[in-house]
């Protein structure tokens, strides 16, 4: 019901950027948070950063500073600016959106989370 597409990754060198984004698409009705998680490996998935509706942020402690997460709500679009890499960034980068879709043309479901396909994204030199 929900698509949501990521891109934007890739292989940087420690102190470098990268932009990640992520568009979604579907049975929309509305979205509440959207957010960027990763997962390095042999490690579990973690939050890197969030944002409200209303566009208000979160972010781990490890990025603060680092990154900035924005969205447009037109356009139904996450992104997240990377600064000052570091080699421990390396991760699979997830995107994910809490969803309420359309189920029929007068019933609206209640929202659920939804997570993208997944970014590599490599930091070494």
């Known amino acids: 019901q929900v698509q949501l597409v990521e891109s934007g990754g890739g292989l940087v060198q420690p102190g470098g950027s990268l932009r990640l984004s992520c568009a979604a698409s579907?049975?929309?009705?509305?979205?509440?948070?959207m957010g960027w998680y990763r997962q390095a490996p042999g490690k579990q998935r973690e939050l890197v950063a969030t944002i409200t509706s209303g566009g208000m942020p979160n972010y781990a402690d490890s990025v603060k500073g680092r990154f900035t997460i924005s969205r447009d709500n037109g356009k139904n679009t996450v992104d997240l600016k990377m600064n000052s890499l570091k080699p421990e960034d390396t991760a699979v980068y997830y995107c994910n959106a809490n969803v309420a879709t359309w189920y029929s043309s007068t019933y609206v479901k209640p929202a659920s989370d939804y997570w993208g396909q997944g970014t590599q994204v490599t930091v070494s030199s």
């Open positions: 579907g049975r929309i009705f509305s979205i509440n948070a």
